[in-house]
């Protein structure tokens, strides 16, 4: 079964990469390389939180670094950017839930203003969620560019012809 949802994990990761992917019209043969691409990183970051105890901002950084050196090695071999490729796999992996929570507990906080105990519990809720939130966004910034700047000659000659 451990098999089956790593599996679950990158199918549905891939539909989403390929759906956030045809919003910014990348060429065809980039799809499923998209596809791919946030297929095995929201699964590295799924095994990683799941199997290995990890956070969710330290799995997201691993998760994204697979990500960004993988649109490094597949858009050298489609002679497509970097960005094409990994932009729309790393959408997937924003964490709607803490972000979801954290507007949510901001309309509580402002609709409780007159409980002081209600009002410290939703401020409390906002800054948590939104401290993993913007963690986890960081994150994926920081894994997903990594290879631009470890890398630069490789990463801005994708689209040469050699």
Known sequence: MIVLDIL??????AIAGIGFGAISDPPMRAFPYIALLAAVGHACRFCLMTFFGVDIATASLFGALVIGFGSLWLGGRIYCPMTVLY??????????KFAYNMVFSLIMFL????EPVQ???YIEMFMSNGFVTFT???MLT???TLPIFLLPGKAFSLTRRK
């Open 119 to 121: 009002k410290a519990k």
């Open 142 to 144: 920081v894994g997903a």
């Open 136 to 138: 986890a966004i960081f």
């Open 111 to 114: 609709q409780t203003m007159d």
């Open 87 to 96: 932009i729309p796999a790393l959408l997937p992996m924003i964490p709607g």
């Open 8 to 13: 679950l994990d990158g199918l549905f990761a």
